[in-house]
């Protein structure tokens, strides 16, 4: 009877160890994927690989929850030698993954409970559980399945619908101020908000009219040409200084041909 147990044991623990090399097996070649053809990977194959690691790991359950299996929990496993020193057997059979069995690292190996933090955490989350009363409890339980719900009918709303709410988002969110937009209008079109300021530097004591060209509307300016001593000065020759105020006087003959000039361009002579 023990000698069948035995290897109804092994026989069970080489059919369990076989199926996770088929889960090792499917999660690194979904890895090597991921890493290395990430660029030609299609989310079809992405849902074919995390149904095939499904299935595998339903596989397993349905073999630990079958009536032939032995309980593993049953079954106690002693650490009968522990070494500090590398063990090459062990390396080859843990796959380079546990080279050393020694005190430092069989607790971790060896755990069948939680660590004592994580056992702390899960005693303080069910005092907190049990100290909500079941009406709040109740709330916060529709507040989340609603939470979920609305997730839920975004994720499932076809695309389009989603692209057409960000377009008419879009496009009814100003990009503009109309305020600032009007006053620059103004400014431009009808100097609204402009302030009247000749600009700084002194103006020159033989030009009068430049006074009333900053400050108002257009006027002309008297052009100072001399005889024979004003054209030598013109060309380098010195100027006599004029008083503020009294242009020059301008030949008779050069206001004949402006007078002429002018009248031969007016519209109405035309």
Not at 133 to 159: D, F, H, M, T, W
Not at 194 to 209: E, T
Not at 240 to 247: D, E, K, L, S
């Amino acid at each position: 009877m023990q000698q069948r147990e035995e290897k109804q044991l092994e026989a069970s623990v080489e059919s369990l160890i076989s199926r996770v090399a088929h889960v090792k097996n499917a999660l690194h070649s979904f890895i090597y994927k991921l890493e290395n053809e990430y660029e030609r990977l299609t989310w079809p194959s992405v849902l074919d690989n995390f149904a095939l690691l499904s299935g595998q790991l339903n596989t397993i359950n349905k073999l630990l929850k079958n009536e032939k299996t032995p309980s593993f929990r049953n079954q106690v496993i002693i650490p009968l030698l522990l070494s500090p020193d590398r063990d090459e057997d062990l390396a080859k059979l843990t796959e380079q993954r546990v080279p050393v069995f020694s005190h430092e690292i069989v607790p971790d190996y060896l755990r069948t409970k939680p660590d004592p933090e994580v056992e702390e955490q899960e005693k303080q989350l069910s005092a907190d559980a049990a100290r909500i009363g079941p009406e709040v409890a109740q709330k916060q339980i529709q507040a989340l399945n609603k939470l979920c719900s609305n997730l839920l009918e975004k994720l499932n709303n076809p695309r389009d619908d989603r692209d057409a709410e960000s377009a008419t988002m879009r496009q009814n969110k100003s990009s503009f101020n109309p305020a600032d937009t009007n006053a620059l209008v103004g400014a431009v079109a009808f100097g609204k908000g402009l302030s009247k300021c000749r600009p700084p530097g002194p103006v020159a004591p033989g030009h009068p009219g430049q006074g009333p060209m900053m400050s108002g509307g257009p006027t002309l300016q008297q052009v100072t040409i001399g005889g024979g001593g004003s054209q030598q000065a013109g060309m380098g020759g010195p100027v006599a200084p004029q008083q503020q105020g009294q242009p020059g006087k301008m030949p008779s003959s050069i206001k004949t041909n402006i007078k002429s000039a002018s009248g031969s361009m007016h519209p109405y002579n035309r």
